[in-house]
């Protein structure tokens, strides 16, 4: 299976992506995602899960590092937006925002990248101003009303993955194919490694005996934010059960 759509729906993506603009492993599987999709003329269609929604059971005083509870709420604002976009503007702009947006979090210089929960109201109104939206969508970001759809898109990913996941989620050649968390990348492929490492993740998600694989040390991805060049390798990190929590 080449991960293509194998359904009669042509109205069906080849690929659904779950993202978090907070998570940085989400961002880099999708410029991954993004580099296979030109190259094999995929369709993908972007969702929404919601970090802040995922572990809203949780004490993050007790459980997070300190940043996460203001870091995760930042993410679910920015889904807000996000959300009314879908529903106002269609797909195509959700696809544009995401990096418009995510790229000013991540692809920045590290002194570039501090106080992001403080920034973003300014933040969005640049990725909105960036892909021809009114900057006056960012007043979405306090409303409320719009997490009960964020979160039937975030307990959708769960459906098809079962709950102990973070992001991103893939979904190939839905509504039948494959789902998963991850794949987690800390290093961008070039060229036809994009479409090779695509190959290999397919066919094992795709084997009907496959269950998971999984290691929880992480190189810290390869994002300037991050202090990480692209010619650098991350320091290595354990993120135990997929996530900085403290404590299960």
Not at 110 to 133: F, H, K, Q
Request: aromatic residues 8%; proline residues 6%; negative net charge.
């Amino acid at each position: 299976m080449d991960g293509a759509n194998t359904t009669s729906d042509e109205s069906l993506p080849d690929v659904r992506f779950w993202f978090d603009p907070m998570c940085p492993f989400a961002w880099m599987t999708s410029k991954w995602v993004r580099m296979v999709q030109e190259q094999r003329d995929y369709t993908v269609e972007w969702r929404f899960i919601s970090l802040r929604l995922l572990n809203k059971h949780i004490d993050y005083d007790a459980h997070f590092p300190p940043d996460y509870d203001a870091g995760h709420t930042a993410g679910l604002q920015m889904l807000r937006v996000c959300s009314r976009v879908l529903e106002a503007h269609g797909q195509e702009r959700v696809a544009q925002l995401y990096p418009a947006l995510s790229s000013q979090i991540f692809d920045v210089a590290p002194e570039d990248a501090n106080d992001i929960p403080g920034r973003v109201r300014d933040l969005i109104e640049t990725a909105l101003t960036r892909v021809g939206l009114s900057p006056d969508l960012a007043r979405f970001l306090d409303d409320e009303s719009r997490d009960q759809e964020i979160q039937l898109s975030t307990d959708e990913a769960l459906a098809l993955t079962g709950k102990d996941v973070g992001t991103p989620i893939l979904h190939v050649a839905p509504p039948d194919g494959a789902a998963f968390f991850g794949p987690v990348i800390s290093r961008l492929p070039t060229g036809d490694e994009a479409a090779e490492l695509w190959d290999h993740v397919v066919g094992l998600a795709t084997f009907q005996g496959f269950s998971e694989l999984k290691r929880s040390l992480r190189e810290r991805p390869q994002l300037r934010a991050l202090g990480v060049t692209e010619d650098q390798a991350g320091v290595q990190e354990d993120w135990h059960a997929g996530s900085r929590r403290q404590k299960k």
